[in-house]
């Protein structure tokens, strides 16, 4: 958690850009309806600076930090358990996990983690990308008059795509890209984990630099 709290000043910024430019799709596409219009990352840096503030880069920082806390903790609890599991099943001479094994409980703890925080994967990606409300909007947290919502808060956006889209299409959209991306995610970074960790045992292991003096 804390770790994630520190990374948070770099890649909140870095998911603003990200959301909003794939939300528009490519410069000057005549069809979209997204409100932003970025020629590339640089542009759309100096345009969001310039007409919102440094601020407005961290746009849905709650909201990223509440998404990925819970992810980070899921994701290594998974992956602990199932490597636990995974050790008595292979029951090697000595006590690791070859890397298929590795790969394959990296990817379904990952994807399990992503699973169940779709909903604030969703709302994070809602509130980052939302176009500031106009000066005519009824109320906050209404609908404004172009009849889109403005949503004012994560808990605000859950109830209210669970009211008006359900479950699935409300608070799971783009679960199983998500599943996806998470799941290939963790597995690459917790078989690098392991190898890094297997490194470091062997370095001391011979007192090789900087674990020795030799």
């Known amino acids: 958690s804390v770790g994630d709290v520190c ?14 430019m794939q939300l528009q799709g490519r410069y000057n596409n005549p069809s979209f309806v997204s409100g932003y219009n970025y020629k590339n990352t640089w542009h759309a840096l100096q345009i969001i600076v310039k007409y919102g503030g440094v601020g407005a880069l961290f746009q849905g920082y709650r909201a990223t930090l ?4 819970p ?18 099943w292979e029951a090697r001479p000595d ?5 298929h094994i590795e790969t394959i ?3 379904v703890a ?18 980052q990308t939302q176009v500031k409300r106009p000066a005519n909007s009824i109320s906050a947290g209404s609908a404004t008059a172009t009849s889109q919502k403005y949503y004012v808060g994560i808990w605000d956006g859950l109830k209210w795509n669970l009211k008006h889209q359900g479950i699935i299409g409300g608070l799971f959209k783009g679960v199983g890209p998500r599943v996806f991306w998470t799941s290939l ?3 690459l970074m917790f078989v690098i984990y392991e190898q890094a960790i297997h490194l470091q045992d062997n370095m001391r292991h011979f007192g090789q630099w900087p674990y020795g003096s030799s």
């Open 105 to 107: 409980c990296g990817g």
């Open 66 to 69: 509440v998404r990925d806390v």
């Open 110 to 127: 990952g994807g399990l983690a992503g699973f169940l925080t779709t909903p604030l994967d969703v709302m994070k990606t809602l509130l």
């Open 7 to 20: 990374a948070s000043f770099v890649f909140v910024p870095s998911e603003v850009l990200k959301t909003r």
């Open 185 to 187: 995610q963790s597995a």
């Open 95 to 99: 006590g690791q996990m070859s890397m």
């Open 71 to 88: 992810f980070s903790g899921l994701q290594f609890a998974f992956y602990e358990k199932f490597k636990v599991e995974a050790r008595k």
